[in-house]
């Protein structure tokens, strides 16, 4: 087998049972790896029966086929299981150092099911492999579990994936750390870990003399070649020159502009004096001390930092990401950029999701806001913007579910349903919605509504299609203006099949925004393993792996009534006015794509100047260009002076057409009324197994959703 290994590593930890499952090639063709290798993992194990928090579920760990071939952004990992946070599907996607390294010690992923009667962990040494007591290790933080369990084993090359307090103790969004700032967040996962009292994951490989690697690529030399290839791209690509300057939170200034930055719990449009206090520019010139990488990776998108004195001191580490920045900062009107990184550290030690912590907390600000909650249910916490002593002194009490920190480690939608208002909690499906406003670019309410997870933006490539920073024409489907119905849902289900072969390739979005071909994917993916797919039966494995997870929401009672957004998020803000500018900032998007694919911009020395150039000039203004660009357009001061005067045609427009992009989206899908999808539909893509599952639960009432 080549790409894989064919092996995935069973643990049982009820009964301490360590045993090799070997896969049959034919699964790895139809599933490929990844999530959507677990997924179907966890369908033929029936995970949709087991209690999220109970030993049942299968808590999946899985690497992709490209996971030890070298090429950037291959060194991720996929995590899986029944979410507690949700009740349904999840998934989350690490980066870091572990995955090429699991593949390298001859594993393609781990299945862990059972639960400890004390705490262990599980120690990877190639095909030795063994579960520890974890006693001593229990209450530590993860960076703490980090460099000790290392020096426990003699083996300072180990790599850890562990679980902080957070999912020790089962906070519902606790999530899994490896690289100290590399997380699989998401979903609640972490607290799955420690449902099983599993408090780590060790690994480490090492041939013996005259060994080869336990993972074989079908043409080496072609892989060596592309990887050659690519590298030299990313070096004078202005996405990784972008990225590389300044991280992921680039886009603090390029959101502000769109109006796409979620601000006081996603009330305010506009909010210039935090975007110039927390942006990736202003943090790149104060705190930061140097750049990160995941292995392999030359993009190095991750920000490492120190904050010296003052209240807010903190030795050298990861920084915030563009997510924890605006979910930290601007979500609760925070503009201190060393209490947010303070925050984010926090979060990182303790294993929390950063994304549902600000969501949960920015719902308490507003609940306390409005008398909803009060000193005497908080135990005397008073909630309020701009309160970073307050977010600060709460991480380790969410983690150890103290006091009312109890209440929040709940999630929103459960701390909602409480104590009351429900339109305060930014959630679909019970995870907390992503920085990313669906007013901006309307397919992201697609995006939010129809992952099968849940609120998400990171498994389609509908936020980067929108703002003109990836071309999914080359897949068959143009892309369509920003706030226009038509078109959106085609666009959303091409974009979908991008984020289901990133999931199951296991390949980092960055990195293919940087290389832009879904071709080169592919080209990836044959070489490794010989699978030889054409672009249509790679896309139909991308539908399969969708197809699949939806089914599994389904088994688990998610339905039609679940694929909704909150009225806050779909219709016009409620302070401050929204530029609708994203048209401008794709246009310019579009323009230097367009360019880069002319003879002209392959020319290397054009690529690097502008590389240069996006960096040290067009990124920091990037914020004043676009709001100069509005004022000369006619269509946008237009807009600007009706929504001013709360003009009730204008508002309507700028309300998202909601119902017309579901419905179009079911009809393309093939979804029944009950949002289940066809029978047809699913054995097309060879899921008939899920489709009598599915016609199995009718009549039960667990597929009784209402339309």
Not at 78 to 104: N, Q, Y
Not at 188 to 199: D, E, P, T, Y
Not at 525 to 533: I, W
Not at 572 to 598: D, F, I, S, V, Y
Request: charged fraction near 25%; aromatic fraction near 6%; charge should be positive.
């Amino acid at each position: 087998m080549n790409g894989n290994t064919g092996k995935i590593l069973e643990v049982n930890l009820s009964t301490g049972a360590l045993s090799t499952r070997e896969l049959p090639e034919a699964v790895y063709r139809d599933f490929l790896g990844g999530s959507a290798l677990a997924a179907k993992i966890f369908f033929d194990r029936k995970g949709w029966l087991a209690d999220p928090l109970g030993p049942d579920n299968p808590l999946i760990v899985m690497t992709g086929p490209l996971a030890a071939t070298g090429l950037p952004g291959a060194s991720r990992l996929e995590v899986c299981g029944r979410s507690p946070l949700t009740g349904i599907w999840g998934e989350a996607s690490m980066g870091g150092h572990f995955a090429p390294d699991l593949k390298r010690a001859g594993w393609d992923g781990i299945v862990v099911t059972g639960a400890s009667a004390k705490p262990v962990f599980l120690w990877v040494r190639n095909d030795q492999v063994e579960l520890r007591d974890a006693s001593g290790l229990w209450g530590l933080d993860s960076y703490e579990t980090e460099t000790r369990l290392p020096e426990l084993l003699g083996e300072k090359r180990a790599k850890v994936m562990s679980i902080g307090p957070a999912g020790e103790n089962r906070v519902r969004y606790a999530g899994i750390v490896n690289d100290r700032g590399s997380l699989a967040a998401r979903c609640g996962l972490g607290a799955v870990m420690g449902s099983k009292q599993l408090k780590a994951i060790a690994v480490s490989h090492r041939l013996k003399t005259g060994a080869t690697s336990p993972v074989a690529f079908a043409d080496e030399e072609g892989m060596k070649a592309l990887r050659q290839e690519i590298e030299e791209r990313i070096r004078s690509d202005v996405t990784a020159a972008s990225l590389r300057a300044y991280g992921s939170n680039m886009h603090m200034q390029l959101g502000m502009a769109i109006s796409d930055i979620p601000t006081q719990n996603w009330r305010q449009a506009l909010w210039e004096e935090g975007m110039e206090a927390l942006s990736g520019m202003t943090l790149r010139t104060t705190i930061q001390t140097k750049v990160h990488a995941c292995a392999g990776c030359p993009v190095a998108c991750k920000r490492i930092v120190k904050v010296s004195e003052g209240p807010y001191a903190m030795a050298e580490g990861p920084g915030p990401e563009y997510e924890g920045a605006a979910s930290l900062g601007t979500m609760l009107k925070i503009d201190n950029l060393p209490a947010v990184a303070k925050a984010n550290e926090l979060a990182n030690r303790m294993g929390l999701d950063v994304i549902s912590l600000g969501g949960t907390l920015a719902w308490a600000i507003e609940a306390f806001e409005n008398g909803v909650l009060d000193a005497a249910k908080t135990g005397g916490i008073e909630f309020g913007w701009n309160r970073p002593d307050v977010l600060i002194a709460l991480i380790p009490q969410i983690a150890r579910r103290q006091g009312f920190g109890n209440e929040l480690a709940e999630g929103v939608k459960r701390a909602a349903e409480k104590f009351g208002g429900a339109e305060y909690a930014i959630q679909v499906k019970g995870l907390e919605a992503p920085m990313h406003d669906p007013r901006a670019m309307w397919s992201m309410a697609l995006s939010y509504a129809t992952n099968p997870r849940g609120a998400c933006h990171t498994k389609d490539v509908n936020l980067e299609t929108e703002i003109g920073a990836f071309d999914v024409a080359q897949i068959g489907v143009e892309p369509t203006p920003a706030h226009s119905a038509l078109g959106k849902a085609a666009q959303t289900i091409a974009t979908q099949q991008v984020g289901q072969l990133l999931g199951s390739s296991v390949m980092c979005v960055y990195v293919i925004l940087c290389f832009q071909r879904v071709e080169d994917l592919r080209r990836m993916v044959n070489l490794a393993t010989g699978f030889n797919y054409s672009m249509d039966e790679f896309l139909r494995g991308a539908d399969r792996s969708w197809y699949l997870k939806r089914a599994l929401g389904n088994l688990m009672g998610m339905g039609r009534r679940d694929d909704y957004l909150p009225a806050r998020i779909l219709t016009p803000h409620l302070e401050g006015h929204a530029t609708q500018l994203t048209p401008l900032l794709a246009g310019m998007n579009r323009a230097t794509l367009k360019l880069l694919n002319t003879p002209l911009g392959r020319n290397q020395r054009l690529r690097e100047w502008l590389a240069r150039y996006t960096e040290k000039s067009a990124l920091p203004s990037m914020f004043k260009n676009i709001m100069l660009m509005g004022k000369f357009s006619p269509r946008a001061r237009a807009a600007g002076r009706r929504i001013r005067r709360r003009d009730v045609e204008e508002l309507r427009r700028r309300t998202v057409n909601f119902d017309y992009l579901l419905e179009d989206y079911y009809r393309l899908r093939e979804l029944d009324s009950n949002g289940v999808p066809k029978p047809e539909r699913l054995r097309s893509l060879g899921l008939s197994e899920v489709s009598e599952a599915l016609v199995s639960l009718r009549g039960t009432g667990i597929l009784a959703c209402q339309p």
